[in-house]
């Protein structure tokens, strides 16, 4: 029996279906709700590890359900979102969701996603302890030093660069909308500056990345933001 137990918010009945069946073929835990107010009583007198949600229910807005849980637990919710969501699904990144699906999306996507969150919720269960050096794939960041290694050779990295690669790296798993990562890098969020993110984004790439025009490394989330990737 997977220990995972998944909170299930959507008040479409086929796709909830689609979602509870799909959960149960691969042995997980799961609670369902199909309204906001549910989600909320569900997630707080459950406490499961991972919540997905649909944004477009009928009481409350998704985005609402967050805020309210977000006040009391750091647990991973991933929204499911139409396609005619797409700016409601970067309000729910930026009020503390993890990762999306977009509808219609296959049982493979699904749990793929599953799985990303997983191992992130691993990683920072056994990061209890706030560790000096970062390590993925062959990507190494020595936070004391302040240097960057990629197959034990130096990077050499300027101060934007190192400090946008440090929030991707804390955040592996977690896709951050442009708007957070200029907020948390730059200190602010001009949407023109979506356009020298991007270049600095190019350029840290070029650094890091065996092949930029596949990156390995930093994922692309195209009009949304990027996200750091484990590497096996
Ligand atoms: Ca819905």
Redesign the pocket.
């Known amino acids: 029996m997977n220990k995972f137990q998944i909170l299930v918010v ?3 009945a086929p796709v909830r279906n689609l979602i509870t069946t799909t959960l149960k073929a691969h042995n997980y835990r799961f609670i369902t709700a199909t309204n906001g107010e549910g989600a909320v009583m569900e997630a707080a007198s459950h406490n499961p590890d991972i919540i997905l949600l ?1 944004l ?2 009928p009481d409350l807005d998704g985005v609402e359900v967050i805020t309210r849980i977000r006040g009391w637990s750091n647990v991973p919710i991933i929204v499911i979102s139409a396609r005619s969501e797409d700016s409601d699904k970067i309000d729910a990144l930026d009020a503390g969701a993890d990762d999306y699906l977009t509808k219609p999306f296959s049982v493979d996507e699904l749990l793929a996603r599953l799985r990303v969150t997983q191992r992130r919720l691993a990683l920072i269960r056994n990061n209890t302890v706030q560790d000096s050096c970062y390590e993925n794939g062959q990507l190494c960041i020595d936070y004391a030093k302040r240097c960057v290694y990629m197959a034990d050779e130096e990077l050499h990295l300027t101060p934007m660069e190192y400090k946008l690669l440090c929030l991707l790296a804390k955040n592996t798993g977690k896709v951050l909308t442009h708007k957070y990562i200029l907020t948390n890098v730059w200190g602010n969020s001009l949407e023109s500056d979506v356009g020298s993110l991007r270049v600095f984004m190019a350029t840290l790439r070029k650094k890091l990345e065996k092949t930029p025009g596949a990156p390995q490394y930093i994922q692309t989330h195209i009009g949304v933001g990027y996200r750091m990737i484990r590497v096996e």
Do not use: A
Request: aromatic share 0%; net charge negative.
């Open positions: 959507e008040d479409d649909d477009g229910l």
